[in-house]
């Protein structure tokens, strides 16, 4: 059964510096979002992102994050200057081609950020 | 997007039936019903999801009320790898495509 991947599974890095989680959505998807869990709280939306571009995001998206689908299978969240409260599980999920928003989203394994 | 409430958490005895309650009182229409669930800060997993009809598929079974207002999840024989927090989701068509995810309710299948 087709699925989405993420790497790494886990990320440590400084605050301050650059990161970039990576996913693979499913292979005939069209639409991919991030979503983020804080240790412990609930899982927050960040982004969605069809035909290249953001069609929404929360307020937690700020313009220390952006996203990018470099090619034809990666799609990739990069958070440019980490801060100690971007600790947290990111996941990516993706949803087919079919242009109902009430299609089914499927999610990844998630990367773990620990920002030191 | 419809509000949901439901329990903080849930005990089932490994091969009973668990039966996680949803309410959402304030539904419209035009809104659906979905159930996802985290295993232990895994990625969400869709369970199944209905608009007025009961539902079931190789995981569950979704019962709603005739009103609408509530529903229940119904895993029919619980193993211990359904030891999860389960979410139920209401959203619309003509609404936002992300997922709102409350606290959900944590289920404990004990052996």
């Known amino acids: 059964e087709p699925e989405v991947t993420q790497t790494p599974s886990h990320q440590v890095t400084q605050m301050g510096q650059e990161v970039i989680l990576r996913c693979v959505p499913i292979s005939n998807h069209l639409y991919f979002y991030w979503y983020r869990q804080i240790l412990g709280q609930k899982v927050e939306f960040l982004v969605s992102?069809?035909?290249?571009?953001?069609?929404?995001k929360s307020e937690i998206f700020d313009d220390q994050f952006s996203v990018e689908r470099p090619d034809g299978s990666n799609f990739t969240l990069k958070i440019r200057s980490t801060k100690l409260e971007d600790s947290a599980m990111y996941f990516c999920a993706s949803r087919g081609p079919r242009t109902s928003l009430l299609d089914t989203q499927y999610f990844g394994p998630g990367t773990r950020l620990t920002v030191l | 997007d419809a509000k949901t409430t439901q329990p903080t958490s849930m005990d089932c005895a490994e091969g009973r039936a668990a039966n996680l309650p949803c309410n959402h009182s304030?539904?419209?229409?035009?809104?659906?019903v979905y159930w996802y669930r985290q295993i232990h800060s895994q990625g969400p997993q869709y369970i199944i999801h209905g608009l007025k009809n009961n539902e079931t598929n190789e995981m569950a079974s979704l019962i709603i009320t005739e009103d609408r207002k509530s529903s229940t999840l119904i895993l029919p024989h619980a193993t211990l790898r359904d030891t999860a927090v389960y979410y139920c989701?209401?959203?619309?068509?003509?609404?936002?495509?992300?997922?709102?995810f409350g606290k959900g309710t944590k289920l404990t299948v004990n052996p």
């Open positions: 989701i209401v959203r619309s068509q003509g609404g936002s495509e992300k997922l709102v």
């Open positions: 992102f069809y035909n290249n571009e953001i069609s929404e």
């Open positions: 304030t539904i419209s229409g035009n809104e659906y």
